[in-house]
């Protein structure tokens, strides 16, 4: 049952344009959003998160927008750099205590 | 290191044969997740320890899976005669109580032929 669906395998842009990466929902209880980055061979990194309580979260060239109503949350990154080439994952969770539900990633190509 | 650090790093294992994954989390961290995230999937929750409450095994994919953690820090997960749609890479990870951001180790690329 995939709780969190991110519809877009891949996504490629060129440096310095928006990217923009999306992120829909079923579960309505999920209060947490996060998205996390990956490089290869490591480990996901927390990126930046939201709660139900807000609808943006801005953190420098990052911002998350949520859409409760839509269940559907998206990332914004601007402008986009080669660096930010990774695979980056959606997360949901009802609350702190609850196990964590993952898309299955979107792979960002930032070309030069 | 002060991340979470998972052994080994790669495993190639025959089909059948039994194998073991480790996860050493941050220090003080008390909830530790295990993952796996097969070929061109997302990741897959496996197996959720918070502090001395009883793990949630929701995600185990099967009675082949088992995960301990011992002393409230390390965590071994067991696979038992495994299939070669085990393959995949491993992923644990750790949280403050009561806090929604994870810290993931490197993962354990399994390999079973």
């Known amino acids: 049952d995939q709780q969190v669906k991110q519809n877009s395998p891949s996504l490629s842009v060129q440096e310095g344009r928006i990217s923009i990466l999306n992120c829909d929902y079923t579960n309505s209880m999920f209060d947490y959003f996060l998205w996390y980055k990956k490089y290869p061979a490591e480990g996901p990194t927390f990126l930046i998160s939201?709660?139900?309580?807000?609808d943006k979260n801005e953190d420098g060239r990052f911002t998350v927008f949520l859409n409760k109503s839509a269940k559907h949350l998206s990332l914004h990154i601007v402008p986009s750099q080669p660096g930010d080439s990774a695979v980056y994952f959606c997360a949901a969770s009802a609350s702190p205590y609850d196990d964590m539900r993952f898309g299955a990633g979107t792979r960002l190509t930032v070309k030069p | 290191g002060a991340g979470v650090s998972q052994s080994p790093s790669n495993k190639v294992t025959e089909k059948g044969k039994d194998v073991e994954l480790r996860c050493d989390p941050i220090?003080?961290?008390?909830?530790l997740y295990w993952y796996r995230q097969s070929l061109g999937q997302g990741l897959e929750f496996l197996i959720y320890f918070q502090g001395n409450s009883a793990p949630d095994k929701s995600g185990l994919p099967s009675d082949r899976f088992s995960a301990e953690r011992t002393g409230g820090s390390v965590s071994t997960l067991t696979i038992q005669r495994t299939q070669q749609e085990d393959s995949a890479v491993y992923l644990c990870?750790?949280?403050?109580?009561?806090?929604?951001?994870?810290?993931f180790g490197a993962g354990t690329r399994l390999s079973v032929l």
């Open positions: 990870a750790s949280s403050l109580g009561g806090r929604v951001i994870q810290y």
């Open positions: 939201i709660s139900s309580i807000k």
């Open positions: 220090s003080g961290h008390t909830a």
